[in-house]
């Protein structure tokens, strides 16, 4: 097979593949973000802990991320619309599944079933867009596939609580959410294979282990895998236990706690995404490692705004969907600028098995760990709270131990900017290296 170059400017085809990638993303994180929206409704129903919640998330995570390493890999050597169009049609029917739950380790089960569906998504996709646009653009192409992003995750919490409570039940939720993704499965099947850039041969020499090896072994790749760690343990926190948090301590009921997380976590989205890309674009044009040096100053300012918000009273709710909006900026910033950066340093053929080695590390230790830390924290912040006055533990000591559990977040983002900050230092010879 020969290599294929890729056009400095954008083909119909790949703008069509890249609108179908910012759809299938668009119902990845509004599938996922469902039982984020509901959660408080579920531990009500299910009689769970923060810590069962925590590991709900977890497996969910841990799940997402082993068997991202497999389809990355497929996505390396295999028909990648496949992988994507039959992992959209298994979430999908999983997330119908988890609407079919009458107790606790069925609902368990079924998140897990999403998972390994949505595992499909993020390393084919990456493969995708770096086959279909030249490096100087992919950034943008990147910034509007991940525009599924925060765009899921604003309609997951806008919509999510609104139509529990229109429907009297949190379990129809999960079932409308499924009728999209399965549609945009098959049409995904239909859609024709995009070019690679190089032979699929050479994506199989070696096995995975060896794969796996060489691009460990380059510094900047290390470096943005450890700050994947900070990502994912402030994304999947944030997300996970924000409208539980705006519930039990900001004391705000289920619609208004949703649609105050969708500004918070999923509209400040918009503007990173919209934005980041192309900024990241021209300061990589300007400077080796522009895109790196930018996530590094968003990691940094968000550490701050992020800490502050977390510090603030429960009667300043305003001010702290304020601070904790601009912070939150970060996170997004970090996939625009990170993902081609991971994409630039690699060769071509190792490009999905990169991606999958990077969100695989970054979910289960950072997203997967985090969300049961976080859980187990809460859980014993609120026993400390109730101790304190020598109470029971009720809805009031279980706001505050999320509250001071949350503070992990700022943590997070500050390992991102000093992960990033290093990994830039290293980006341009393994750039270097790759690209000859």
Same mark, same amino acid.
């Given at each position: 097979?020969?290599?294929?170059?890729? /056009?400095? $400017?954008? =083909?119909?085809?790949?703008?069509?593949?890249?609108?179908?990638?910012?759809?299938?993303?668009?119902?990845? @994180?509004?599938?996922?973000?469902?039982?984020?929206?509901?959660?408080?409704?579920?531990?009500?129903?299910?009689?769970?802990?923060?810590?069962?919640?925590?590991?709900?998330?977890?497996?969910?995570?841990?799940? @997402?991320?082993?068997?991202?390493?497999? *389809?990355?890999?497929?996505?390396?050597?295999?028909?990648?619309?496949? $992988?994507?169009?039959?992992?959209?049609?298994?979430?999908?029917?999983? =997330?119908?599944?988890?609407?079919?739950?009458?107790?606790?380790?069925?609902?368990?089960?079924?998140?897990?079933?999403? +998972?390994?569906?949505?595992?499909?998504?993020?390393?084919?996709?990456?493969?995708?867009?770096?086959?279909?646009?030249?490096?100087?653009?992919?950034?943008?192409?990147?910034?509007?596939?991940?525009?599924?992003?925060?765009? !899921?995750?604003?309609?997951?919490?806008?919509?999510?609580?609104?139509? %529990? =409570?229109?429907?009297?039940?949190?379990?129809?939720?999960?079932? *409308?959410?499924?009728?999209?993704?399965?549609? *945009?499965?098959?049409?995904?099947?239909?859609?024709?294979?995009?070019?690679?850039? /190089?032979?699929?041969?050479?994506?199989?020499?070696?096995?995975?282990?060896?794969?796996?090896?060489?691009?460990?072994?380059?510094?900047?790749?290390?470096?943005?895998?450890?700050?994947?760690?900070?990502?994912?343990? &402030?994304?999947?926190?944030?997300?996970?236990?924000?409208?539980?948090?705006?519930?039990? @301590?900001?004391?705000?009921?289920?619609?208004?706690?949703?649609?105050?997380?969708?500004?918070?976590?999923?509209?400040?989205?918009?503007?990173?995404?919209?934005?980041? +890309?192309?900024?990241?674009?021209?300061?990589?044009?300007?400077?080796?490692?522009?895109?790196?040096?930018?996530?590094?100053?968003?990691?940094?300012?968000?550490?701050?705004?992020?800490?502050?918000?977390?510090?603030?009273?429960?009667?300043? $709710?305003?001010?702290?969907?304020?601070?904790?909006?601009?912070?939150?900026?970060?996170?997004?910033?970090?996939?625009?600028?990170? @993902?081609?950066?991971?994409?630039?340093?690699?060769?071509?053929?190792?490009?999905?098995?990169?991606? %999958?080695?990077?969100?695989?590390?970054?979910? $289960?230790?950072?997203?997967?760990? !985090?969300?049961?830390?976080?859980?187990?924290?809460?859980?014993?912040?609120?026993?400390?709270?109730?101790?304190?006055? !020598?109470?029971?533990?009720?809805?009031?000591?279980?706001?505050? +131990?999320?509250?001071?559990?949350?503070?992990?977040?700022?943590?997070? *983002?500050?390992?991102?900017?000093?992960?990033?900050?290093?990994?830039?230092?290293?980006?341009?010879?393994?750039?270097?290296? &790759?690209?000859?």
């Amino acid at each position: 097979m020969t290599s294929v170059a890729v /056009t400095a $400017v954008p =083909t119909a085809p790949a703008r069509r593949m890249v609108a179908l990638l910012f759809l299938a993303m668009f119902v990845n @994180y509004y599938d996922r973000t469902i039982p984020a929206v509901l959660m408080e409704p579920i531990r009500r129903e299910f009689g769970l802990t923060d810590t069962l919640l925590g590991v709900l998330n977890a497996l969910f995570t841990v799940t @997402y991320a082993v068997c991202g390493i497999f *389809l990355g890999r497929l996505a390396d050597v295999g028909v990648r619309k496949r $992988v994507m169009g039959l992992g959209l049609i298994a979430w999908s029917a999983a =997330t119908a599944w988890s609407g079919l739950a009458v107790g606790f380790g069925w609902f368990l089960l079924a998140r897990v079933g999403v +998972g390994i569906g949505e595992a499909s998504c993020a390393p084919t996709a990456q493969s995708m867009v770096a086959d279909l646009y030249a490096p100087d653009r992919r950034s943008r192409a990147m910034g509007v596939v991940m525009l599924g992003l925060p765009l !899921g995750l604003v309609a997951a919490f806008f919509t999510g609580g609104a139509i %529990a =409570t229109a429907m009297g039940s949190w379990h129809a939720v999960f079932w *409308l959410a499924s009728v999209p993704g399965a549609v *945009l499965g098959v049409v995904m099947l239909c859609m024709p294979e995009p070019p690679r850039q /190089t032979a699929r041969q050479d994506g199989s020499h070696g096995g995975m282990g060896q794969a796996l090896r060489l691009v460990w072994a380059l510094r900047s790749v290390r470096w943005l895998t450890l700050g994947a760690i900070g990502f994912g343990l &402030a994304g999947y926190v944030g997300t996970g236990f924000m409208v539980a948090l705006l519930q039990r @301590y900001f004391h705000m009921p289920l619609i208004q706690a949703g649609m105050a997380s969708g500004i918070m976590i999923g509209m400040t989205g918009l503007v990173a995404m919209l934005g980041g +890309g192309w900024l990241a674009d021209v300061l990589q044009q300007r400077w080796s490692a522009g895109r790196l040096g930018l996530t590094t100053l968003a990691s940094m300012a968000g550490t701050a705004l992020t800490a502050m918000a977390l510090l603030l009273p429960s009667a300043q $709710v305003v001010l702290f969907v304020l601070l904790f909006s601009v912070g939150w900026l970060a996170t997004y910033l970090f996939p625009v600028c990170a @993902y081609p950066a991971l994409q630039d340093a690699v060769p071509a053929h190792q490009r999905g098995i990169a991606m %999958a080695m990077h969100l695989a590390i970054g979910n $289960v230790i950072g997203g997967g760990a !985090g969300v049961v830390l976080v859980g187990a924290l809460s859980d014993r912040f609120a026993r400390a709270s109730a101790q304190a006055v !020598g109470q029971a533990v009720d809805e009031l000591h279980r706001g505050n +131990g999320l509250h001071t559990a949350m503070l992990l977040i700022p943590a997070a *983002l500050l390992l991102m900017a000093l992960a990033t900050w290093q990994a830039s230092r290293h980006f341009a010879a393994d750039a270097q290296r &790759a690209a000859a």
